[in-house]
C-alpha cells in the first residue's frame, strides 16, 4: 500500500538553526499538507500546497517557515531560524484531491524536532 | 476560523461495552467531518469519516452521526477491545475543499479497562 514517508524521524538542533523537513507524497496525490503536534497536545494545520503554491496556511505558518516542492516526488518544510517552541512532531500528508471533494488524508509518520 | 471542541478528553470503558466521543463546531460552511485514531508515538489514521449529506455512517464497530443544524457530530464504538485504546481525533474541513486544511479537536484518549 502507498505510504507517505518522512525524513528525519527525528532531528535534534539548536536554537536559532535552519532545519529542513523533507516528505515524499504518495505519487498520484496532488494535495500536501504539513501539520504539527506539540506532544500531548492536538494536531494543528499548518499549510497546504496545491499546483506548486500554496492553498491555505494558518497563523502558526508564519514568514519563518516555507514549503518547497523542489522535484516532482519531494515535499519540504524549512524552518529558517528555529525557536524552543518549535519543538514538536511534524506530520505530511496527502490526499488525492478530487476537485473540490475532500479526499481522505494520508499521514507520514512523522519527524519529531527538539530544539535546544 | 473554525473552533472544535471535543468532549471527554479522556474515556474509560470496560472492554465489551460502548464509548461515544462528542464535537461540535462552529463553521456552518464546514461540510466534512472525519475521526482519526492515533496510537502512542504513530501516525493519526482515518477510521471513519461523513459528509454533510449524510446523518450517519457505519463501518462495523465503528459508526457517526452527524446534526449540522445542532453543528455536532459524534463518534460510537460498540464491542470495544484492548485494541481501541488509543487518542481519537474529530476534525473538520471547511467547505470541504481539498487545499483547506483540517480543523481538530483536542482529542479523546480512550482506555479500554479489561
Known amino acids: 500500500e502507498p505510504e507517505v514517508t518522512q525524513t528525519p524521524s527525528h532531528q535534534v538542533t539548536q536554537m536559532g538553526q535552519e532545519v529542513i523537513l523533507r516528505c515524499v507524497p504518495i505519487?498520484?496525490?496532488?494535495?500536501f499538507y504539513w501539520y504539527r503536534q506539540i506532544l500531548g497536545q492536538k494536531v494543528e494545520f499548518l499549510v497546504s500546497?496545491?499546483?506548486?503554491?500554496?492553498?491555505?496556511k494558518s497563523e502558526i505558518f508564519d514568514d519563518q517557515f516555507s514549503v518547497e516542492r523542489p522535484d516532482g516526488s519531494n515535499f519540504t518544510l524549512k524552518i529558517r531560524s528555529t525557536k524552543l517552541e518549535d519543538s514538536a512532531m511534524y506530520f505530511c500528508?496527502?490526499?488525492?484531491?478530487?476537485?473540490?471533494?475532500?479526499?481522505?488524508?494520508?499521514f507520514g509518520e512523522g519527524s519529531r524536532l527538539t530544539v535546544l | 476560523g473554525e473552533n472544535v471542541e471535543q468532549h471527554p478528553s479522556t474515556l474509560s470503558v470496560q472492554e465489551g461495552d460502548s464509548a461515544v466521543i462528542k464535537c461540535t463546531y462552529s463553521d456552518s460552511a464546514s461540510n466534512y467531518f472525519p475521526w482519526y485514531k492515533q496510537e502512542l508515538g504513530k501516525r493519526p489514521q482515518l477510521i471513519i469519516d461523513i459528509r454533510s449529506n449524510v446523518g450517519e455512517k457505519k463501518d462495523q464497530r465503528i459508526a457517526v452521526t452527524l446534526n449540522k443544524t445542532a453543528k455536532h457530530f459524534s463518534l460510537h464504538i460498540t464491542e470495544t477491545q484492548p485494541e481501541d485504546s488509543a487518542v481519537y481525533f474529530c476534525a473538520t474541513q471547511e467547505s470541504g475543499g481539498g487545499a483547506d486544511g483540517l480543523t481538530f479537536g483536542k482529542g479523546t484518549h480512550l482506555i479500554i479497562q479489561p
Open positions: 505519487s498520484n496525490h496532488l494535495y
Open positions: 500546497f496545491y499546483n506548486n503554491e500554496i492553498s491555505e
Open positions: 500528508a496527502s490526499s488525492e484531491g478530487l476537485g473540490r471533494i475532500a479526499g481522505e488524508l494520508f
